[in-house]
């Protein structure tokens, strides 16, 4: 069974700071790999989408690579703004009983202080 | 914009109650899925629809558990005599089509609180 690790848990940075979120995943068969943004008391935000056969994209500030022989994946934020604060959320696409499903994991909270 | 929305967005029940909780994706999907978040904690799988056929329910937790998408567009998630372990936010998310290069799209979800 897939099962996709966050580290870490939460990080507090001064506005400006570059910064790197870290996700790891057990199974390499993914499909593709997905990095979320969530709010408090809201839905799931996709930031950037990486499919098997690609090693990073990139939006504006964030960059997000993926290294499916080591089974990891990071988010890179530059220049990070207060407004980057909320939890971030990894998930790989993998084969089910009878679809493809996103395995998360528990998410990094992000706090980028003024 | 037409994202995917989902009502209600907050729900009390009290234990033993059953709720319905309805999903709306994007106009054209053909597949949908819904996912449990508990607190704290990343979501979790729970079916999958493709059109109005339920291809998955490996995730549902029991059987108090039930959707349904009916003509292949609205869907309803189920749950009978709720108990407080159901307690959680309950994400649908669509995409356009089926396969592994289809991106999903999350509604705002639903906080179901089971006092």
């Known amino acids: 069974k897939q099962e996709v690790t966050q580290i870490p848990a939460a990080l507090s940075v001064p506005e400006g700071e570059n910064l790197v979120l870290n996700c790891s995943f057990t199974?390499?068969?993914?499909?593709?790999l997905q990095w979320f943004r969530q709010d408090p008391g809201k839905g799931l935000t996709s930031l950037l989408l990486?499919?098997?056969?690609?090693r990073e994209q990139t939006s504006g500030r964030l960059n997000a690579s993926l290294d499916k022989s080591s089974g990891r994946s990071t988010l890179y934020i530059a220049a990070s703004q207060p407004g980057d604060s909320a939890t971030y959320l990894c998930?790989?696409?993998?084969?089910?009983?009878?679809?493809?499903?996103?395995?998360f994991g528990k998410g990094t909270k992000l706090s980028v202080i003024p | 914009g037409a994202g995917v929305s989902q009502s209600p967005r907050y729900k009390v029940a009290k234990r033993g109650q059953d709720v319905a909780l309805r999903c709306d994706p994007i106009?054209?999907?053909?597949?949908l899925f819904w996912y449990q978040q508990a607190l704290g904690q990343g979501p979790e799988f729970l079916t999958y629809f493709q059109n109005e056929a339920q291809l998955d329910k490996s995730g549902l937790p029991s059987d108090r558990f039930f959707a349904e998408r009916p003509e292949g567009s609205v869907s309803t998630l189920k749950i009978q005599r709720t108990q407080q372990e159901d307690s959680a936010v309950y994400l649908c998310a669509s995409s356009y089509w089926t396969g592994s290069y289809n991106e999903q799209f999350f509604g705002p979800g639903t906080r179901l609180t089971v006092l």
């Open positions: 199974d390499s068969a993914i499909y593709n």
């Open positions: 998930a790989g696409l993998v084969s089910g009983a009878g679809s493809y499903q996103l395995t």
């Open positions: 990486i499919q098997s056969s690609q």
């Open positions: 106009s054209g999907h053909v597949s």
